[in-house]
């Protein structure tokens, strides 16, 4: 925990050894915090008024009710009434960084990986953590059928991609694979100049990682009769086994219905993301069981495929059953507002819970991470953001946002409040300093 | 085709019955009414609470307290929690800008020539553009809307209303502003000048040392029946109306030297300059104030990026704090959301620190004085348009509706948004 505070503060200065040594060897809980008197939304269960929430070693260890919960002896108590506290916002499709995909040699690049080029010092990622983000899927683009490899961030504090990653229980950076139908994967050759020529481009694709895993399948271990590695292919098996969840850029009613075909045919998870005629086809998406990543923009127009999108999407969705998240595609909408997104929802239908778990644990489930993130229950990361007040109000405040039970956003630091409100200096990335100093306004 | 006809005479009949009824007259009653009237002091005045808005053939008639207007009998009443007078985007491209970006439906910039101030913006404006719906139903009943930024003069701008069938029944003021863009994202397109600020400033000098000889002339021509008058010449003409102060120049800019130059061509000038978008003129308070510059700030929510990378939510309320005169507009987005909705970005100026008053003033009044047509909008009082936002809550709230919209007294939108 990076949370200052008087009981720790003088000890850490005249004795830090002594304070990890106590902390290794003793069940002092000296490094839990209690957050203490909140309004606490779980998500995974109903309003706590006058709410405790223990944190210890990055994790949630307990929450409930002031009665129901025992702050340990020795944990650091932090006085919290009056604020609101909510899981880390989780927002499923994402260009902070401006990390992206392929290049323009190929419509299908799964070969490609975002996390070779997203700049975690960048600005756009410390106006994240100002709006509450603690988890996001950083997206190639929707210029290719299959862009790239997306890349999961825990939005911690640290100046190169790896300090930013989740990793699997082998160790690799998780993520899931963007692909994308409708017009902006449509151009000249080789890109595919219709619907029908995309979606067969697709199933070329698929087919050939069909053989290519048949042929691993069938070398049974033996490295004599691998086939020889492929990228592309590695990618796409991935998603074959579910591995990979795919993350599908898709607006048009009947472009949707393609891609649920296609993941019948070959059997992958599809997220369906943005999904601007989703209120056209809520019946058949739900029969689908596909969970939707929806955007909120505010006014319709753009291409002529996304033109239909409503601000009723959240709401039809929702009463259709699908498993609805909200993102930012930030740049598209500022991830500083992402609460506004699920609030515009809540003003064209959707429910309150509804909305604030399309903020957190609907998006973990997306991204296959609800086991460790999304919703305020122990055991899960402590990924939460306090806010100032009523989640869907334009007068509530982030003010601060816990990465893993680490602070990585303080509104009452002058450094991170330029970044959440804005300023001389804001646009220029976390590591920009002119003459010694900061720019600041 | 017999059934046909007899339907378009009974609708005809219905629509002639429904004006003579006098479709432009209707009460309001509010729970809360924000007039945005200002005190002799400059105040705004109190709301009323629980109060009517009457408005007879257009017009507020009367407004006060239910106790203190009597409303006609057989007049249709709406009910609202909130109303406030009909909202104002002081700067948008709307109407110009469709909603699909496709080549026929953008019709706000031209990249012929880097200056074209002759291009009047009643030539460009689709009346059925569906964005004007959307705004309309989120409360906005007039657009200061325009040629883009994006040339270093790109045209002229006008003032509608957010309705009509055609363009004339919508204009409010046919002749407003005159857009200039100052800095990178007026430079020419292609490779062609400007290429740089220093042309830019060069060629903006060299333009209006042209115009201020053509309105010599002209005037030299006026005092001596001698003398010939020079032919007529559409640029000049419009740049000879800035010369003498009959409508202002709207120099979008954003960075410092931009905003730096803005200032100092009003200065050689001596002409009205309104500064727009000016994401960094929270370092320029003094110079604004001591040169009467008012500035249409950039929305809110604009990307914090680019030209915008410096912006701050918190720079309305330091500037309704300094004193300077502000009201905002949507702006101008080259990808989506096609429009942005005034409504919403004053919103958050109000979230980071302006009054409340004074960041509904952004859209109503201080727009309409801003925009030189407080006579006739932006607050509610006794002879002014009955232009009315209805809501079922804080106009500002995300969770709030617009519920009604009306202008000149017709009820134009009903849906709840």
Redo the contacts between chains.
């Keep these: 925990m990076h949370i200052p505070s008087p009981q720790r503060s003088p000890l850490l200065l005249v004795t830090p050894l002594l304070l990890i040594v106590l902390a290794l060897s003793s069940n002092l809980h000296a490094d839990s915090t209690a957050f203490i008197g909140a309004t606490i939304y779980p998500v995974s269960g109903p309003v706590i008024e006058d709410g405790v929430m223990v944190v210890r070693d990055g994790k949630i260890e307990s929450i409930g009710a002031r009665s129901d919960v025992v702050i340990p002896s020795g944990a650091t108590q932090v006085e919290s009434s009056g604020k609101t506290i909510i899981p880390g916002l989780i927002c499923t499709h994402s260009h902070i960084g401006m990390g992206g995909g392929g290049d323009g040699s190929d419509p299908i690049q799964p070969e490609c990986w975002t996390l070779d080029s997203v700049n975690v010092r960048s ?2 990622v410390e ?1 994240a953590r100002a709006g509450g983000l603690t988890l996001v899927n950083q997206m190639p683009g929707s210029g290719h059928l299959i862009s790239g490899r997306t890349t999961y961030l825990k939005l911690r504090r640290g100046g190169k991609v790896d300090d930013l990653l989740i990793r699997d229980a082998s160790g690799w950076p998780m993520g899931g694979l963007k692909m994308a139908n409708g017009t902006n994967s449509q151009r000249a050759a080789p890109f595919p100049g219709t619907r029908a020529k995309s979606a067969a481009l697709v199933r070329g694709a698929y087919i050939k990682a069909q053989e290519y895993r048949a042929k691993i399948e069938k070398a049974a271990g033996d490295p004599e009769k691998m086939p020889e590695r492929d990228l592309k292919m590695e990618a796409l098996v991935e998603a074959l086994e579910g591995k990979r969840i795919v993350h599908h850029h898709t607006h048009r009613h009947d472009d949707i219905l393609t891609v649920l075909r296609l993941r019948d045919e070959f059997g992958f998870q599809v997220v369906l993301h943005h999904v601007s005629d989703a209120w056209k086809v809520a019946k058949e998406i739900a029969e689908a069981k596909a969970p939707c990543s929806i955007i909120v ?8 495929e996304a ?1 239909d999108i409503q ?1 009723e999407n959240g709401m039809i969705l929702e009463q259709a059953g699908v498993n609805v998240s909200f993102h930012t595609d930030d ?2 909408t ?1 991830s500083r ?1 992402f609460l ?1 997104s699920a ?2 929802g ?2 064209a239908g959707m429910t309150r819970e509804g909305a604030l778990r399309a903020l957190t644990l609907s998006g973990a489930e997306m991204l296959g991470l609800a086991d460790r993130t999304g919703s305020l229950d122990p055991g899960k990361d402590a990924d939460f953001a306090i806010i100032s007040g009523d989640p ?4 509530t ?1 982030v003010l601060e946002t816990y990465v893993e039970g680490t602070r990585v956003f303080d509104l009452s630091n002058p450094e991170h409040r330029l970044f959440a ?8 990335d976390q590591t920009y300093q002119c003459c010694g100093e900061r720019g600041g ?1 | 085709m017999k059934l046909q006809f007899l339907l378009t005479i009974a609708l005809t009949v219905a629509g002639f019955t429904a004006d003579l009824a006098g479709q432009q007259t209707l009460a309001i009653r509010g729970e809360t009414i924000h007039t945005m009237a200002r005190q002799a002091d400059g105040q705004w005045m109190e709301p009323i609470e629980n109060g009517v808005v009457l408005i007879i053939d257009g017009k507020v008639a009367a407004i006060g307290a239910a106790s203190a207007v009597e409303i006609p009998a057989g007049i249709r009443v709406i009910d609202a929690a909130v109303v406030t007078p009909g909202l104002i985007d002081s700067r948008s491209v709307v109407g110009l800008a469709g909603w699909l970006n496709y080549d026929h439906d953008q019709d706000q910039l031209e990249r012929s020539s880097p200056m074209q101030p002759e291009l009047d913006a009643r030539d460009a404006y689709n009346v059925r553009e569906p964005l004007i719906q959307w705004v309309r139903s989120l409360g906005v009943t007039t657009l200061h809307t325009g040629h883009a930024p994006g040339q270093l003069i790109s045209g002229q701008t006008f003032i509608v209303k957010t309705r009509g069938d055609n363009v004339d029944q919508a204009i409010l003021k046919s002749k407003a502003m005159v857009v200039c863009t100052l800095g990178s994202s007026g430079f020419g397109s292609e490779g062609k000048s400007p290429g740089t600020r220093a042309k830019q400033m060069a060629m903006i000098r060299q333009e209006f040392i042209k115009a201020r000889s053509y309105m010599d002339k002209i005037e030299a021509a006026q005092a001596d029946e001698e003398k010939e008058a020079p032919a007529r010449d559409l640029r000049n003409e419009v740049l000879v109306e800035i010369l003498r102060g009959e409508r202002p120049l709207m120099i979008t800019a954003h960075g410092s030297v931009d905003i730096q130059n803005a200032l100092r061509l009003q200065k050689e000038l001596q002409i009205k300059v309104v500064l727009e978008g000016a994401s960094e003129c929270y370092d320029y308070f003094d110079e604004l104030k001591e040169q009467q510059i008012p500035v249409i700030i950039h929305p809110t929510m604009m990307r914090a990026s680019g030209k915008g990378q410096n912006s701050s939510m918190e720079t309305v309320a330091k500037m309704v704090a300094a004193g300077i005169p502000v009201a905002m507009g949507s702006g101008y987005e080259s990808y989506v959301p096609k429009t942005r909705v005034v409504l919403w970005e004053a919103a958050i100026a109000c979230a980071y620190g302006c009054p409340f008053n004074d960041a509904l003033g952004l859209i109503t009044a201080s727009a309409a004085e801003l925009l030189g047509i407080s006579d006739r909008v932006g607050s509610l009082e006794v002879g002014k348009d009955g232009d009315v936002a209805l809501y079922d809550g804080d106009p500002f709230e995300y969770t709030s509706h617009c519920v009604g919209t009306v202008i000149d007294g017709v009820v134009v939108s009903d849906q709840q948004r």
């Design positions: 600005a756009s106006r923009i505010d006014s319709p127009g753009g291409k002529l033109r601000m740049w598209i500022d507002l506004r609030a515009l809540v003003r869907f109000s334009v007068y405040k409100v804005g300023g001389r200096g804001a646009g220029e306004q």
